[in-house]
């Protein structure tokens, strides 16, 4: 990775790539989010948690494949259009990277490393007078979102710890041979703990502002054995 500060002199001829590639770095099967993206993401991919040394001890993620590190929404071959109506911020905002400028808070990096850069194919970043582009415009927000999603997670994991909204997720997968294969490692949020929740807790959580992802989170475990389906089917094709 080679990051440097984002401006429109040193980069103006820099084109961006949109498009996914497995050998980008996308073929993933679980990239992170934070609850602010829960709305947008429980239509699609569960949200789950993995221990994590930040954050309050969890980081929220959202799961893009179960069976291995697979990312099962690029298609077969990787060279489809994403198959979502969303695409993860965590996956939208590359390749730019939240950068530190003194004491006058976060700046745009962008990795010159990326292969998704060139000067000669996909959308510029910057208009001919220097404004950002539409596609730069819209990375730059993403990565806004995200930055500051960050910046109120631990408050949001202290409250599900608080509660103890967390257990591990149990889930065994039959295979094509019959055997049996245990999916560990992630949390999920205990939903009879949510529901005995006194109403006193309740209004605090929705006072805080995290009821709403909290229900978000709850909602999108419906999404896992649709992803399930998913992957199995790939598998077979």
């Not at 006072?207 to 054995?225: C, D, K, N, T």
């Given at each position: 990775m080679r990051a440097a500060l984002l401006d429109n002199v040193s980069h103006r001829n820099l084109r961006l790539q949109t498009r996914l590639n497995p050998a980008w770095g996308d073929a993933v099967s679980a990239v992170p989010t934070v609850p602010a993206e829960f709305k947008r993401l429980q239509a699609h991919f569960p949200v789950v948690f993995q221990q994590s040394s930040q954050a309050?001890?969890?980081?929220?993620v959202a799961l893009l494949g179960l069976l291995g590190e697979c990312n099962s929404f690029l298609g077969l071959s990787g060279a489809e259009p994403w198959q979502a109506d969303h695409l993860p911020w965590a996956l939208e905002r590359q390749p730019l990277l939240v950068g530190r400028d003194g004491d006058q808070g976060w700046v745009v990096h962008i990795d010159l490393d990326s292969p998704r850069l060139s000067e000669s194919q996909g959308e510029p970043l910057f208009l001919p007078n220097g404004g950002q582009s539409p596609v730069l415009e819209r990375r730059v927000a993403v990565l806004q979102a995200l930055h500051e999603g960050m910046q109120g997670l631990p408050d949001f994991m202290g409250a599900l710890l608080q509660y103890q909204l967390l257990e591990p997720m149990s889930l065994d997968i039959?295979?094509?041979?019959?055997?049996?294969?245990?999916?560990?490692?992630?949390y999920v949020i205990d939903e009879e703990r949510l529901e005995a929740l006194p109403g006193s807790?309740?209004?605090?959580?929705?006072?805080?502002?995290?009821?709403?992802?909290?229900?978000?989170?709850?909602?999108?475990?419906?999404?896992?054995?649709?992803?399930?389906?998913?992957?199995?089917?790939?598998?077979?094709a």
């Amino acid at each position: 990775m080679r990051a440097a500060l984002l401006d429109n002199v040193s980069h103006r001829n820099l084109r961006l790539q949109t498009r996914l590639n497995p050998a980008w770095g996308d073929a993933v099967s679980a990239v992170p989010t934070v609850p602010a993206e829960f709305k947008r993401l429980q239509a699609h991919f569960p949200v789950v948690f993995q221990q994590s040394s930040q954050a309050g001890g969890f980081q929220p993620v959202a799961l893009l494949g179960l069976l291995g590190e697979c990312n099962s929404f690029l298609g077969l071959s990787g060279a489809e259009p994403w198959q979502a109506d969303h695409l993860p911020w965590a996956l939208e905002r590359q390749p730019l990277l939240v950068g530190r400028d003194g004491d006058q808070g976060w700046v745009v990096h962008i990795d010159l490393d990326s292969p998704r850069l060139s000067e000669s194919q996909g959308e510029p970043l910057f208009l001919p007078n220097g404004g950002q582009s539409p596609v730069l415009e819209r990375r730059v927000a993403v990565l806004q979102a995200l930055h500051e999603g960050m910046q109120g997670l631990p408050d949001f994991m202290g409250a599900l710890l608080q509660y103890q909204l967390l257990e591990p997720m149990s889930l065994d997968i039959e295979q094509a041979d019959g055997s049996m294969r245990r999916i560990s490692g992630y949390y999920v949020i205990d939903e009879e703990r949510l529901e005995a929740l006194p109403g006193s807790a309740v209004a605090a959580l929705h006072e805080a502002g995290h009821w709403f992802p909290i229900a978000m989170a709850v909602a999108s475990l419906s999404r896992i054995p649709v992803l399930l389906a998913r992957e199995q089917r790939l598998a077979q094709a």
